[in-house]
């Protein structure tokens, strides 16, 4: 079997032009969603990220403040430029690029920001929220593999997911939604015993762990959905995820690319929750 491809460009330009559909609707009511990113440093990597996530937000129509800021920037100064856009409103989304320097609490600066303006979905609010299922932002990259899985009309309801990666960003969060989604849900991780046993009962795994080839053909199920969130760099240099790509598309069903896959869903989802954060607010 040669796995179908989960095209992430395609589906992410999808999304975007409903966003940008939706925001126009919502300037013709007075309302332009407003998203704040403020970057602490000269993260070479966060300066890229951030970069897309403006340029983004220009694309569909959404306005955007990039806040840049030295690494010195004290956290207390942090803090009270999180609270002015918590009181502003032009900006209904509020993201703070990490990592933050060292010397500011990453953790403390999160929960500044007001939930309702939390697009990130970082804050314990939202990651509350989804536990209960309760309204509340998902954070962007699971939220974007949750669409992919979707693009493939499979119904999730009943079907075996295995998560590999338990981070507060991508893996639990990952995990609870595919819950959401009435899938019977696994959590591995590092301290899991025999990996391969847990993924061969797959119908659907989602690998994020950060190192290459920590999916191969024969940890998987013939037919199954694969979604790769890993982004790393290979002995050559060259993007690749976590997932033996080559091997595995020859047992899988259906499978994302690195790049081309989570990738470009992870900043569509931003651009999703801003707008659904300015949505909100209608009387
Ligand atoms: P992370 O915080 O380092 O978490 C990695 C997880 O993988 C941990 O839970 C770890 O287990 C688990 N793990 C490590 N080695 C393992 C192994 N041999 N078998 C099973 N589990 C293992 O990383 P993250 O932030 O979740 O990111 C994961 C990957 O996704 C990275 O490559 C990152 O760059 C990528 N990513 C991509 C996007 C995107 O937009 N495409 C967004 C976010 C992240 P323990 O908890 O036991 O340590």
């Known amino acids: 079997m ?5 095209d992430g460009n395609a589906i992410a330009r999808q999304l975007r032009a409903d966003v940008a559909r939706r925001t126009a609707a919502l300037k013709a ?16 990597a966060s300066q890229v990220y951030v970069g897309k996530k403006v340029q983004a937000c220009a694309e569909a129509g959404l306005h955007s403040v990039l806040e840049k800021y ?6 207390a100064d942090l803090l009270a430029r999180v609270q002015a856009l918590n009181a502003d409103p032009a900006i209904h989304g509020i993201l703070v690029q990490l990592p933050l320097p060292a010397h500011i609490d990453a ?16 804050h314990i609010a939202s990651a509350g929220a989804l536990m209960t299922g309760m ?33 507060n960003n991508v893996g639990k969060p990952m995990a609870l939604m595919l819950l959401q989604k009435n899938a019977t849900v ?22 994020a762990v950060g190192k290459p080839n920590t999916l191969t053909a024969d940890m998987v199920k013939p037919g199954a959905v694969v979604i790769d969130v890993g982004m790393n760099r290979n002995a050559q240099g060259k993007l690749c995820g976590d997932v033996d790509f080559a091997g595995v ?3 899988a069903g259906w499978i994302t690319p690195v790049p081309g896959g989570v990738g470009p869903m992870t900043v569509t989802m931003l651009l999703v929750n801003t707008l659904e954060a300015a949505e909100r607010g209608l009387p």
């Open 107 to 122: 953790h403390k600066v999160i929960e500044a920001i007001a939930p309702t303006k939390d697009v990130d979905g970082f």
């Open 135 to 167: 309204p509340g932002f998902w954070s962007c990259t699971p939220y974007g593999c949750i669409k992919l899985l979707e693009s493939t009309g499979i119904e999730l309801r009943g079907k075996h997911a295995v998560v590999i990666g338990r981070s």
């Open 2 to 6: 040669t796995a179908q491809l989960i």
């Open 70 to 75: 030295d690494a010195t920037l004290s956290e």
């Open 249 to 251: 598309r020859e047992v």
């Open 29 to 44: 009511k007075g309302i332009t969603p407003g998203l704040a990113v403020i970057l602490v440093g000269e993260d070479p």
């Open 186 to 207: 696994t959590i591995c991780h590092s301290a899991t015993r025999n990996l391969k046993a847990h993924t061969l009962q797959a119908d659907v795994i989602v690998a």
